[in-house]
Nanobody, 120 residues
Framework: QVQLVESGGGLVQAGGSLRLSCAAS????????MGWYRQTPGKQRELVAI???????KYADSVKGRFTISRDNAKNTVYLQMNSLKPDDTAVYFC??????????????WGQGTQVTVSS
C-alpha cells in the first residue's frame, strides 16, 4: 500500500507559477509510474502528466510546454512544476501512484488533493 501526500497548491495570478509536491511512503510491486490528475466540479478527473520509473514523461496536450513533472528518488517525492498558469488550470490536483503499460496509465493509490486557483 502506498500513501501519498500532496502540497504546494494555492492562489496565483495568471501567468504565474506553482510547484506541487507529492511525498510517497510505503511500496507496491505493481507501481511503475506516478501521475498528476486534476478535477473541477462536475467534471471527470483529467490526467495531466505521468513519469515512469524509467524516466518516461507524458503530458496532456493542454499543459505541454508549461508543466514539467519530475521526481527525487532519494526523497520519494514527485513534483509538478506549473508555469504560465491560466485560469483554466484552476482545479484540485491529485497525485497518483499507478502503472504505465503499452501507452496506457492505470491509476492506483490517490492522495488527498491540493487546490490550485489561478486568478485572471
Amino acid at each position: 500500500q502506498v500513501q501519498l501526500v500532496e502540497s504546494g497548491g494555492g492562489l496565483v495570478q495568471a501567468g504565474g507559477s506553482l510547484r506541487l509536491s507529492c511525498a510517497a511512503s510505503g511500496s507496491s510491486s505493481s507501481i511503475n509510474a506516478m501521475g498528476w490528475y486534476r478535477q473541477t466540479p462536475g467534471k471527470q478527473r483529467e490526467l495531466v502528466a505521468i513519469i515512469t520509473i524509467g524516466g518516461t514523461k507524458k503530458y496532456a496536450d493542454s499543459v505541454k510546454g508549461r508543466f514539467t513533472i519530475s521526481r527525487d528518488n532519494a526523497k520519494n517525492t514527485v513534483y509538478l512544476q506549473m508555469n504560465s498558469l491560466k485560469p483554466d488550470d484552476t482545479a484540485v490536483y491529485f497525485c497518483n501512484a499507478g502503472a504505465y503499460y503499452s501507452g496506457t496509465y492505470v491509476s492506483g493509490s490517490w492522495g488527498q488533493g491540493t487546490q490550485v486557483t489561478v486568478s485572471s
